[in-house]
């Protein structure tokens, strides 16, 4: 039990830091995730979408941001497919998930005998643009959908079993994570601040 090894001081004694989210800002991005919808399936998928969101998809956008706004080219892309290996493991509502497309990578449909043709075609394909990267720094190549720079246009690929090109990944999502929720959380703080002090 966690509450017994600390009171016996049975670890290693280091320095730690605990943090806190003020439900001030949990009411802000709970209305902009979840607000207008009691429907348990969707309430599900919305807050799939935010952890999604908050864990992976707008950090990696910002990351990317600050890549190509320092001049350096970035191709950046979406993995999209839900892999068969997975049918039977997660529930229908799980699309694809962080580091799916790894199996692709290193060719994992060409191991199972279970594996789709249309998921070893993905698997090649992923792997050219891979290989090109590695060769030239440029993963296009002849035979494959053209894999766009990641501009001011903040174009990107996604991968699935047909590739194509799109552009401003989650375009709301990164305007309300990188201005709305910022100025919105400035906005509450300084009238805490402002009522703390009368």
């Known amino acids: 039990n966690n509450e017994e090894l600390l009171a016996a001081r049975e670890f290693q004694c280091c320095p730690y830091i605990i943090?806190?989210?003020?439900?001030?800002?949990?009411?802000?991005?709970?209305?902009e995730y979840l607000g207008d919808t009691d429907d348990p399936a969707e309430l599900r998928?919305?807050?799939?979408?935010?952890?999604?969101?908050?864990?992976?998809?707008?950090?990696?956008?910002?990351?990317?941001?600050?890549?190509?706004?320092?001049?350096?080219?970035?191709?950046?892309?979406?993995?999209?497919?839900?892999p068969s290996t997975f049918k039977e493991t997660k529930p229908d509502f799980v699309k694809a998930d962080h580091g799916d497309e790894v199996?692709?990578?290193?060719?994992?449909?060409?191991?199972?005998?279970?594996?789709?043709?249309?998921?070893?075609?993905?698997?090649?394909?992923?792997?050219?643009?891979?290989?090109?990267?590695?060769?030239?720094?440029?993963?296009?190549?002849?035979?494959?959908?053209?894999w766009p720079l990641y501009d001011l246009n903040d174009q990107y690929l996604e991968l699935n079993l047909k590739q194509?090109?799109?552009?401003?990944?989650k375009g709301n999502?990164?305007?309300f994570w990188t201005k709305i929720f910022p100025e919105k959380v400035k906005k509450i703080t300084e009238d805490k601040k402002e009522h703390s002090e009368l």
């Not at 943090?19 to 209305?31: I, K, R």
């Not at 998809?57 to 999209?80: C, K, M, N, T």
């Open 173 to 175: 999502r990164v305007e």
């Open 164 to 169: 194509k090109k799109a552009e401003k990944l």
């Open 45 to 82: 998928d919305r807050f799939q979408d935010l952890m999604g969101d908050i864990l992976f998809v707008i950090p990696a956008l910002q990351v990317s941001r600050y890549h190509r706004d320092s001049g350096a080219p970035l191709y950046f892309y979406e993995f999209q497919h839900r």
């Open 19 to 31: 943090g806190n989210f003020p439900s001030e800002f949990v009411s802000v991005v709970a209305d």
């Open 103 to 146: 199996g692709f990578v290193f060719g994992g449909p060409f191991l199972r005998a279970d594996a789709t043709e249309e998921e070893k075609h993905l698997s090649r394909t992923i792997m050219k643009y891979w290989a090109n990267f590695a060769r030239n720094g440029n993963p296009n190549g002849n035979g494959l959908v053209e």
